[in-house]
């Protein structure tokens, strides 16, 4: 792979779209910012730092406090914070073209950082701190400005070469983990220790994690964002859901396989054979054109053929969907934007210059109502879960007799299922970044 022609083609792309998004703004550039270390209430331990996104989608230098000054027409110019420290090591830097492709200087500090910048005060500031955009000589109204960062953030939906490598990287890189936690679940390892083995098999610390891994035996697969970590010996080990991603270049990736163990209950393995099949069948149909909100619903009549087939719902498909009995067991979005936010941008964007889609009523948690265009990258994840708290209501509402609760309390204990994969966007249909990496439960592609 040549990263650096990627990546120099990625600037290029990147600058283009900046100039674009100036059209008719009263901005001569735009100083990104990387963003400022914050610190926990009244103490002086560092938060975990989090790069700016906008910052990150043009440069994936490590550490608070860079500025990127973007003008069209120019070299961007990075200038860039190494302070002077021992109480803390200097941002690592990843091994990577862009000192060779941005004119990089350094400096110790925020007030050399501004004098390094120049004259910025008819640029637009990117980033996380009024005071020091303030300190930059740039007004209040150049700071974020609305209409600017629609656009900007309209543009991160569709990746570049160079981005939709670097989310590949990233599924690949996740893949290694979730073998190694593959391997580990069938020795009935408990959650903290999968955890970590997880963690060591990436090679990568929890705060550089995408997002906090998910990975739960049992009733824990039905916590949509489980986020404990059980250091007990699990006690079921009927059903197991990792939801585990890693990251390349600050891209993103974020994949989630659930398996069933010789203790799981016979239509618990159906239904998880049944809902593979239909996750593959919602990825072939990702494509341009196709309407997001359209797919999703696709995935509820799915999941109803599921419910009528196991004997879940006593209706058919067609009236287990037109009754809305799908909602419990599906009550989240089938996917979301990728990128350098796991949950990325604009994904209930309206166009280019800001507006906003929100999903219907009946769909509240669809976190994209987007028509997808090609190099947009989004995650196809449907699920089916049993979860107590939603499942009540519908046990004592009007279509309560269209559910075997019999047997929704024989499933419980298996938790839920949730499978996802990582989708690019093509010309004509759809490239599957993570299957190839991940075998599906089965251990089959
Ligand atoms: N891992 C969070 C999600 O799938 O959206
Ligand atoms: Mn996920
Ligand atoms: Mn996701």
Request: glycine share 8%; with cysteine; hydrophobic share 35%.
């Amino acid at each position: 792979m040549d990263w650096k022609a990627l990546y120099e083609q990625h600037v290029t792309s990147v600058m283009a779209d900046v100039e674009k998004a100036l059209n008719g703004e009263p901005f001569e550039g735009i100083v990104f910012h990387s963003g400022s270390q914050h610190h926990y209430h009244a103490d002086d331990r560092e938060i975990p730092f989090v790069t700016v996104p906008h910052f990150a989608r043009i440069v994936p230098a490590g550490g608070a406090d860079h500025l990127l000054v973007v003008r069209p027409g120019h070299k961007p110019r990075l200038v860039r914070n190494v302070p002077r420290d021992y109480w803390y090591e200097p941002p690592v830097q990843p091994d990577h073209p862009y000192p060779q492709i941005l004119d990089c200087v350094e400096v110790d500090g925020r007030e050399a950082a501004t004098a390094a910048a120049g004259d910025v005060s008819k640029l637009a500031y990117v980033g996380d701190d009024p005071k020091f955009a303030k300190a930059l000589g740039i007004a209040a109204a150049a700071q974020q400005p609305a209409r600017l960062l629609a656009r900007l953030d309209w543009q991160r939906a569709y990746k570049t070469p160079y981005e939709i490598e670097c989310l590949r990287e990233a599924g690949r890189r996740a893949s290694v983990g979730h073998a190694a936690v593959r391997a580990g679940m069938q020795q009935g390892w408990s959650e903290r220790k999968l955890h970590a083995a997880y963690l060591e098999a990436v090679g990568t610390m929890e705060n550089h994690a995408p997002y906090t891994n998910i990975i739960g035996w049992d009733e824990h697969a039905a916590v949509l964002h489980y986020q404990s970590k059980d250091l007990d010996d699990p006690k079921g080990k009927r059903c197991f859901l990792i939801d585990a991603g890693a990251t390349h270049l600050g891209y993103a990736s974020d994949v989630t396989r659930t398996y069933a163990t010789a203790k799981a209950h016979p239509v618990f393995v159906d239904m998880l054979d049944k809902m593979d099949s239909l996750q593959r069948q919602l990825v072939a149909k990702v494509k341009p054109n196709q309407g997001f909100v359209d797919l999703h619903d696709q995935a509820h009549r799915g999941v109803a053929a599921i419910l009528s087939e196991t004997g879940v719902s006593r209706g058919s498909a067609e009236q287990t969907y037109e009754e809305g009995l799908t909602h419990p067991f599906l009550p989240h979005g089938l996917g979301h934007h990728l990128g350098i936010q796991v949950h990325d941008v604009g994904g209930h964007q309206q166009g280019f210059e800001g507006g906003k889609v929100t999903p219907p009523d009946q769909y509240p948690f669809l976190r994209t109502t987007r028509v997808l265009e090609s190099n947009n990258v989004v995650t196809i994840e449907p699920g089916l879960y049993f979860i107590p708290m939603l499942l009540q209501k519908h046990r004592e509402g009007p279509k309560a007799a269209r559910i075997d609760w019999d047997l929704v309390d024989a499933l419980t204990p298996c938790g839920g299922i949730r499978i996802e994969d990582n989708i690019v966007v093509t010309e004509t249909g759809q490239e599957d970044l993570t299957r190839p990496f991940i075998p599906g439960h089965n251990g089959g592609a």
